[in-house]
T-cell receptor, first 114, second 111 residues
Framework: KAGVTQTPRYLIKTRGQQVTLSCSPI?????VSWYQQTPGQGLQFLFE???????NKGNFPGRFSGRQFSNSRSEMNVSTLELGDSALYLC?????????????FGPGTRLTVT | QKEVEQNSGPLSVPEGAIASLNCTYS??????FFWYRQYSGKSPELIMF????GDKEDGRFTAQLNKASQYVSLLIRDSQPSDSATYLC???????????FGSGTRLQVQP
């Protein structure tokens, strides 16, 4: 079974610009979560989508948004980029079922804001 | 107090030894616990998850959960240099369907 794919893998943007990242989950998985990883803050939850609905949101400003399509593919968007948005953005795929909902990470998108 | 605490390390063990990685958490509502391995420059890879008190074994890995003590650990038997990585402990709860991670423990296995 193919794993989680993310595109693009690397991105360089300028402050003030916006960016869209894409994620395709493991086939059959309906839950997609997004995380930001930085050396200072570690791995932090952004939001989670299940069946095209955002079920949970982390503590990030409204500049960070996402969506999920009917085929479970997901995109996240960051508007008005700031230098502090430079990070590894990880998408995680999960069956989304209880009691355990293990998540499988994609390779990530490395975003650099200059 | 952080929700999930891990010693940042590095934890150094000789090849063939048992590596013991520990994690404590503050929220008693935590339901499930996950151990991920992350090599430098790579994304986290799921090693094991556990949600019942006790031990869970998978190959060289054993996860141990003690909900009364709010403590979860990962034992790696017969450690190999290829096990050298950062190990992330994550907790989940049924209400939030999101994982909260510790800052990770860096493991170094010396040949």
């Amino acid at each position: 079974k193919a794993g989680v794919t993310q595109t693009p893998r690397y991105l360089i943007k300028t402050r003030g610009q916006q960016v869209t990242l894409s994620c395709s989950p493991i086939s059959g998985h309906r839950s997609v979560s997004w995380y930001q990883q930085t050396p200072g803050q570690g791995l932090q939850f952004l939001f989670e989508y299940f069946s095209e609905t955002q079920r949970n949101k982390g503590n990030f400003p409204g500049r960070f948004s996402g969506r999920q399509f009917s085929n479970s593919r997901s995109e996240m968007n960051v508007s008005t980029l700031e230098l502090g948005d430079s990070a590894l953005y990880l998408c995680a795929s999960s069956p989304g079922t209880l009691p355990s909902y293990e998540q499988y990470f994609g390779p990530g998108t490395r975003l650099t804001v200059t | 107090q952080k929700e999930v605490e891990q010693n940042s390390g590095p934890l150094s063990v000789p090849e063939g030894a048992i590596a013991s990685l520990n994690c404590t958490y503050s929220d008693r509502g935590s339901q499930s616990f996950f151990w991920y391995r992350q090599y430098s420059g790579k994304s986290p890879e799921l090693i094991m998850f556990i949600y019942s008190n006790g031990d869970k074994e998978d190959g060289r890995f054993t996860a141990q959960l003690n909900k009364a003590s709010q403590y979860v650990s990962l034992l790696i038997r017969d450690s190999q240099p290829s096990d050298s990585a950062t190990y992330l402990c994550g907790r989940g709860d049924t209400g939030r369907r999101a994982l909260t991670f510790g800052s990770g423990t860096r493991l170094q296995v010396q040949p």
